[in-house]
């Protein structure tokens, strides 16, 4: 368990996003992170656009953007998140600056948090091969195919991938979110006092 006790100041988290978005999966994370004091960046296709949230199939809020997916580079961030929502998803996981966002993340073994939906980017990015995940039940059948072991729990954490299935699995979403990001920052912290003693670390 997390404790709170502790921030996450100086943590950037970039939220990949397009049009059709689940708002409570942005909403409900982006607070989390912000509480501890993580910064997060709102990313999508357009950085001089807003995108819109969805309640189920119902337009909601709009959102400003920070920056687009061509502008990002991804050593300026330390986590990613993808927020659900079936239209957005359809949108996000064709977009290959999206798709080259994730992989670059995931090859400095980063951490992408994807909840319900969101976990398409990481199927269209070729990232589930041999990894255990969660997601929205109906993305399950793609998932296996794209050679991931699907399973059904609340949250789920294979190295660098946290997976949620449904807005009612937020609360412990945003919880494993949060410790993952705490065991890196406090890991980055004992590595910069090692290294300062002149210690060398493995790995």
């Known amino acids: 368990m997390v404790d709170f ?29 912000e509480q501890v004091d993580a910064s997060t960046k709102v990313v999508s296709a357009d950085k001089h656009g807003k995108v ?19 502008e990002v ?16 998803a ?12 994730v992989r670059e993340m995931s090859e400095d073994g980063k951490p992408i948090a994807a909840i319900c939906h969101g976990a398409l980017l990481l199927v269209s990015a070729g990232l589930v091969e041999g ?17 991931g072991n699907w399973v059904d729990q609340e949250v789920v954490v294979d190295g660098n991938l946290i997976s949620s299935r449904k807005p009612d699995d937020i609360p412990a979403f ?12 406090n890991a980055s912290a004992r590595g910069t006092r090692d290294e300062q003693r002149g210690v060398g670390l493995a790995g």
């Not at 359809?90 to 966002?101: F, K, S």
């Open 73 to 88: 580079d991804t050593k300026d961030f330390d986590a990613v998140l993808l927020p659900g929502g079936a239209l957005n």
């Open 174 to 185: 945003c919880d494993k979110i949060r410790e993952v990001l705490l065991e890196r920052l």
């Open 5 to 33: 006790g502790h921030t996450l100041t100086g943590m950037q988290v970039a939220i990949l996003v397009m049009d059709g978005f689940e708002q409570v999966e942005f909403t409900g994370p982006r607070a989390a992170l």
């Open 131 to 147: 990894r255990t995940l969660t997601s929205w039940p109906s993305l399950q059948d793609e998932v296996r195919k794209a050679g």
């Open 52 to 70: 819109h949230g969805y309640n189920h199939d119902v337009q909601a809020d709009e959102f400003d953007v920070d920056l687009s997916f061509a």
């Open 90 to 101: 359809e949108r996000i996981r064709n977009n290959p600056e999206a798709q080259q966002i």
